[in-house]
């Protein structure tokens, strides 16, 4: 199955989702009415109308609205505390963003991983944090989007894996990130919290008869019938969250399987998943100590609270099934370093002679450069050769132009450099024209980025762009204008530059990691944004007159209605592409196969691929929300 199919499956666990979310809240809603119509029973309050049935009693159906309200109340305070997305969910569970410019050699270690991971699948690097308090072994992502998308990781991870399980956990939770499963799993917390608010309340009303029965009486509050409905509250509360974790089960055991099968298809190296498993097995365990352990058991890449009747209810498959899935000797060596007395070291417990050999995962992903013919096959894929391409980009780069990018004031120098280091225009004439700073640092900069290289600029991008997600909005804004005017300066907008402006805005403007919906179920609904990226991708081939017309119905033709044809350049501005790009991002998710297709065809029409057309069609994907990997190209 591919990208494209799994995104299509996830909006249909959504659905599912809320098919199972109605279901539990009328049988939450019937309990609820149940106990308060027995309670008032054994009360003096007349029930049942002299000629009616039991439901035209207001009582009845009043508890049952009334329990639907904090159904819904619990459900939207608990969307309105995650508004933030994966952020938000890291810091209320304890965790601390980690700044790029650590000594912490496992954090520096971790958020090298993460940038190559990044890297290699044509992602943002996603913000990084660690949970100091969780000694445990564990991590999750989290986010509405994979370019707002977080990772985070507990203490004990950090402190006993090696860097080749680290690299597979890490990988673990990419998959998640281009699946989408990230969205729905926000999106199940506040869906769960409605469904549990009930017991809440009965605790809530519990809690209350026990302080007021010292200031009452016995004979005043011995009729009083708070504490039985408090009680029966909790008990429905234990239904709905019997059913919460029935949902979950639902959802996300197989998406565990399938997240495993892309941590070892990325790494190429089952032997660092399996390390990580066994770990957990052997030695510590993964549960957490946060009291919002349960609200997020379903993210974790382990079970991150204990749990009775596992066959029904568990969010991950056992973790000896997780390790048999890798290869049957897993489990077997798993068992044999439980015995043994120390238990062998992390730098033992993987490494590629240990991945020699092994079966399940590693046989079913593609394995050969050309096991993706068509580009958008390659969305949401990590080859070994991207791994290493990622690897060598890194190592390349010098330290200071790093270390430029783990910060927010080297952030907006560094893009500032990028758009300087192509401009034809004096620098200090554009920054100037801007009202910008010049300095001896950024001429530095300009020219270190010049010696680098194209290929260079969107890894730096998308390095750069997440150090800036932590400044105030406003700072962000002012930012975007900023960096549009420089681009503007040389009264030349270039691809690179739209390509700049493109991601920055995606990631850093006021709208910015809002949860996006599918907008659009047919190409003709989008037929106008269509005619207008490939009339952009036709000129920016070099394509002239009847040529440039040709080429556009070649390879366009077959994606738009009748009667659209190739827009005269003049028609094809900046802003227009902007409009275009964020209406085609609410494509269905079939639907954006054939425009990723189409868009490298028209790009590869002349049998060369410009840097500045691979730029653009690879933001093209990331705005898109479907990634190409960067040697998408040389499959």
Known sequence: ?????????????????????????????????????LLLGFSDIVLYP?????????????????????????????????????????E?????????????????????????????????????????????INAFAAGFRPSEAIIAVTRGSLDRFSRDELQA????????????????????????????????????????????????????????????????????????????????????????????ASAVQFTRNPAGLAGALIHIRNDGGSYLASRHAED??????????????????????????????????????????ARQQPSTPASAQSGPAAAEGTAGFAAGGPTTANAASVPSQQVGTVQQSDMDYARQLLGGLPDTVRQQAHTPEGAQQLLFALVLARSQ????????????????????????????????????????????????????????KELENLCNADQHFSLFEWTLMALARQQLDDKAGRNRHTRFHRLGAVAQELQQLFSVLVWASGAKGDSAEALFRQYAGSLLPAGRSLLPLSHCSSDKLFLAV??????????????????????????????????????????????????????
């Open 1 to 37: 199955m591919d990208f494209f199919q799994q995104q299509q499956k996830a909006k249909r666990r959504t659905g599912l989702l809320v098919l199972y979310f109605c279901l539990a809240i009328i049988a939450v809603v019937a309990s609820v009415t149940g106990a308060v119509v």
């Open 169 to 260: 956990v890490i990988g673990h939770e990419f998959s998640h990130i281009l699946n989408s499963d990230i969205r729905i799993n926000l999106r199940m917390v506040a869906v769960l919290a409605g469904i549990l608010a009930v017991g809440k309340v009965g605790e809530y009303l519990l809690h209350s008869n026990r302080r007021s029965y010292r200031s009452y009486s016995s004979r005043n509050s011995k009729n009083n019938g708070l504490p039985a409905l408090g009680l029966a509250l909790i008990v429905i509360g234990y239904v709905g969250l019997f059913f919460g974790r029935l949902i979950k089960a639902a959802i996300s055991r197989q998406r565990e399987l399938l997240a495993d």
């Open 50 to 90: 002299q000629h009616g049935s039991i439901l035209l009693n207001p009582v009845v159906y009043w508890s049952a609205l009334i329990t639907l309200a904090v159904i819904l109340v619990g459900c939207l305070m608990k969307s309105w505390q995650l508004r933030k997305g994966g952020s938000a969910l890291a």
């Open 425 to 480: 225009y004096d620098g200090a004439a554009q920054l100037a024209k801007c009202g910008l700073a010049d300095s001896a640092d950024l001429q530095t900069l300009i020219q270190t980025l010049s010696a680098l290289g194209a290929e260079t600029r969107l890894p730096l991008i998308d390095m750069a762009l997440p150090s800036l997600k932590s400044l105030p909005t406003d700072q962000r804004v002012q930012f975007l």
């Open 92 to 136: 209320m569970l304890g965790g601390r963003l980690i700044n790029a410019s650590t000594k912490d050699n496992a954090e520096r270690q971790l958020l090298n991983v993460v940038e190559e991971m990044s890297i290699a699948s044509g992602i943002a690097v996603p913000q990084v944090y660690v949970m100091d308090n969780e000694h445990t």
């Open 582 to 635: 964020d209406r085609l991002a609410d494509l269905s998710p079939l639907l954006k196969g054939p425009v990723v297709d189409c868009a490298v065809d028209l790009a590869l029409a002349d049998g060369t691929l410009k840097t500045a057309e691979k730029e653009l069609v690879r933001a093209l994907s990331s705005l898109l929300e479907c990634p190409l990997p960067p040697l998408f190209d040389r499959r």
């Open 296 to 337: 997020m058991s379903h993210m974790c890449f382990a079970p991150s609270v204990p749990m009775k009747l596992k066959q029904w209810l568990a969010t991950h498959p056992s973790l000896d099934e997780r390790l048999d899935a890798l290869g049957p000797e897993w489990v077997a060596r798993a068992r044999a370093r």
